[in-house]
């Protein structure tokens, strides 16, 4: 495992952070759920490329969105199939402790949402404004 990624990962499980980015002793950390930090970096244009990741769930909407982040690499504890491949399709490697078909809400009850939202895009842009779309729908629920 590449050094980055193995303090990355570290720094995930010891801090209990739900993401960590790290290179080179810069290190960008995030407590909140999902998708919401890597929305975050995104819109803030926090400089990412070639930084490594260590996350606790990543499905196929997690994978774009790092994919647009220009990370090297991503490690997670669970990591759905559809990541894999969206991450590997470009060039990014992906390590997991366990592999899922897909990922599941947080109820337990059905898809994950944001997997919902990217199915069947295969475009990072493309991905990134349904996220965004759907972000926003579940945003107007809770209000």
């Avoid at 475009?123 to 729908?137: G, K, M, N, S, T």
Wanted: one cysteine or more.
């Amino acid at each position: 495992m590449n050094p980055n990624l193995a303090e990355a990962k570290r720094l995930m499980e010891n801090g209990g952070y739900t993401c960590v980015l790290y290179k080179d002793g810069i290190t960008h950390t995030s407590t909140k759920r999902g998708v919401l930090p890597l929305k975050e970096w995104l819109e803030k244009k926090t400089e990412l490329k070639g930084f490594s990741a260590a996350d606790k769930v990543v499905g196929k909407a997690a994978a774009f969105l790092y994919v647009l982040m220009g990370v090297r690499e991503v490690y997670a504890r669970v990591m759905s199939e559809g990541a894999v491949r969206v991450l590997e399709a470009h060039g990014i490697e992906a390590c997991c402790d366990s592999t899922a078909g897909g990922i599941i809400n947080r109820a337990g009850t059905g898809p994950c949402p944001m997997e919902q939202a990217v199915a069947g895009i295969e475009d990072p842009q493309e991905a990134y404004q349904a996220v965004c779309i759907r972000l926003r729908e579940l945003a107007g629920e809770r209000s």
